[in-house]
């Protein structure tokens, strides 16, 4: 059944900044307090940027980018909120410079915002391997950040750092830079696929897990391909095509490299699909080769 719900580009991308903001710092373990003093700003003014309550100064976010090594990511959706109206930042303890949004900005909706700040960076920066790092940096930090933002807030985020490789893919670089874009590329499709879904647009949710599939073939890269695949068999255990969900779990493990977490994923959603069929012994079997898979994961891989 579709449940397509077009997202509102004007919603406040400030509450945004503020729930990256606040899951980058949770992971690594520090109060706003903390964040606060290693950034030189009073923790209540952290406070009050992750509730948007205050639009804060470049300053500060460019502090907390450092400080949460987010590789540009919060100073890319201050650049976003900062477009918005809003209360104006104060009761910092540190320097908070306002800079004013350029004559004709329409507003924060991701299209502006891909052609200025995005295109900002991409020839601001020259393609070399600190910025396919950095890159690589921002998609883990987006990946590890999705766990717990709520979808909403975090979309924007990822749409500016595909913009943003995409701009670099331009760039003409060599063969083996362009694989790592192709493959950043295709991680943030499938997070950003995984987002939409869950915010309720199932139509670009297909959308971006068909462009995953497609960027993981361009680079042959087996692992990415198998989590797009796995996309879509999560949709249809959630749509209750269960026979459907088999036959893609199935797939996926196919395409999976043989100790991967996508082919432990994907060995579980063959199990729900099993249960839900009414076939324990099936079921039985799918988590024992999910136990076997994880067994055999580096240290460390989730």
Do not use: K, N
């Not at 406040?12 to 109060?31: D, E, F, I, M, N």
């Not at 790592?180 to 295709?186: H, I, N, Q």
């Amino acid at each position: 059944m579709s449940h397509t719900r077009t997202l509102d580009p004007a919603a406040p991308s400030a509450a945004c900044l503020g729930a990256v903001l606040r899951r980058l710092r949770t992971l690594q373990g520090l109060t706003q307090a903390d964040l606060g003093r290693l950034a030189g700003y009073g923790g209540s003014y952290i406070s009050a940027v992750e509730r948007a309550a205050v639009h804060p100064s470049h300053e500060l976010v460019e502090r907390c980018d450092q400080v949460l090594e987010a590789d540009g990511v919060l100073l890319m959706l201050w650049s976003l909120a900062d477009a918005g109206p809003g209360p104006a930042a104060t009761g910092a303890t540190g320097p908070a410079a306002e800079v004013a949004a350029p004559d004709g900005w329409p507003g924060p909706d991701q299209a502006v915002f891909e052609a200025m700040e995005v295109a900002r960076r991409a020839e601001a920066s020259g393609l070399g391997p600190g910025t396919l790092s950095g890159v690589e940096r921002a998609v883990a930090r987006l990946r590890e950040a999705a766990a717990g933002t709520p979808p909403e807030a975090l979309i924007p985020a990822v749409r500016a750092q595909l913009g943003y490789a995409g701009r670099l893919l331009e760039r003409r670089p060599t063969l083996g830079q362009h694989r790592r874009l192709l493959v950043a590329a295709g991680w943030l499709s499938v997070l950003l696929a995984q987002l939409l879904y869950d915010a309720g647009d199932r139509e670009a949710a297909e959308a971006s897990r068909d462009a995953a599939f497609r960027l993981a073939g361009q680079a042959g890269h087996a692992e990415l391909a198998a989590w797009a695949v796995e996309a879509l068999a999560l949709w249809a255990l959630a749509d209750g095509r269960y026979r459907d969900a088999l036959e893609l779990a199935r797939a996926g493990q196919d395409l999976a490299p043989p100790a991967s977490a996508a082919a432990v994923q994907l060995a579980l959603d063959e199990a729900q699909a099993w249960t839900s069929l009414g076939d324990r012994g099936q079921a039985a079997g799918a988590r024992r080769q999910a136990a076997l898979t994880r067994a055999m994961l580096p240290a460390g891989a989730s």
